[in-house]
């Protein structure tokens, strides 16, 4: 199984929190950062896409079938993580980085049940990562397409980061998940 985050959104070129009510487009940086993927890809003798239903994650999605010929299919669960009252707004308006930050720190280093004001808790967020996990991690020829923070919340499901941010993707970046263990491309050692 593989995982692809989306390319640059207009969300990440403007520094704003994007998840279910926002939903903005790929920017051609976006577009770039995946075309740069596609040679990867070319040699895995991929069969489908599985994408988030976000703009951001479809067009991406679309990028890679359209030039390997494979056919996409939708999951709802790998929607981004839900936010609450931080979609939509700037990281740097009211403290909203640190709240985001600091909210990750604590479901990665124990604290599962704080959630985002009226958004998701790591508990939540987890319960469709295993789903996501059991109904495609034996699948080898598969790539999901999602976002950022949820697939470091499916990446820590296998691998318990000494930082937050190193099981983030960067955008347009990719892992895989071999022998049961995620290697993010780039991170390789």
Same mark, same amino acid.
């Given at each position: ?15 704003? &929190?994007?998840?279910?009510? #926002?939903? =903005?487009?790929?920017?051609?940086? $976006? ?9 990867? #890809?070319?040699? /895995? ?22 030039? !390997?010929?494979?056919?996409? +299919?939708?999951?709802?669960? !790998?929607?981004? *993580?839900? !936010? $609450?009252?931080?979609?939509?707004? =700037? ?8 709240? #985001? ?6 479901? @990665? @280093?124990?604290? %599962?049940?704080? +959630? ?5 808790? #790591?508990?939540? *967020? ?10 495609? +991690?034996? /699948?080898?020829?598969?790539? /999901? *397409?999602?976002?950022?923070?949820? &697939?470091?919340? !499916? ?5 318990? =980061?000494?930082? *937050?941010?190193?099981? &983030?993707? =960067? %955008? $347009?970046?990719?892992? %895989? ?8 491309? $780039?991170?390789?050692?």
């Amino acid at each position: 199984m593989y995982i692809q985050r989306h390319g640059e959104s207009e969300a990440n070129a403007k520094h704003i &929190f994007a998840c279910r009510t #926002y939903d =903005p487009h790929i920017t051609e940086t $976006g577009k770039i950062q995946i075309l740069s993927q596609i040679e990867y #890809y070319s040699k /895995l003798n991929l069969t489908q896409i599985i994408s988030s239903p976000s703009k951001r994650a479809i067009q991406t999605s679309e990028i890679i079938a359209e030039r !390997l010929s494979i056919p996409i +299919s939708i999951d709802e669960a !790998l929607l981004e *993580v839900d !936010l $609450g009252k931080l979609d939509g707004k =700037p990281e740097s308006e009211n403290g909203n980085l640190e709240l #985001y930050h600091n909210t990750l720190e604590d479901w @990665f @280093f124990g604290n %599962r049940s704080k +959630s985002f004001p009226e958004g998701e808790s #790591y508990n939540d *967020v987890i319960k469709r990562a295993e789903t996501i996990y059991q109904k495609y +991690s034996n /699948l080898k020829n598969l790539l /999901l *397409v999602g976002h950022a923070t949820f &697939f470091a919340c !499916l990446i820590g499901m296998k691998k318990a =980061p000494k930082n *937050v941010l190193d099981n &983030f993707l =960067p %955008r $347009g970046g990719r892992a %895989r998940l071999e022998n049961g263990n995620w290697i993010i491309h $780039g991170k390789e050692k």
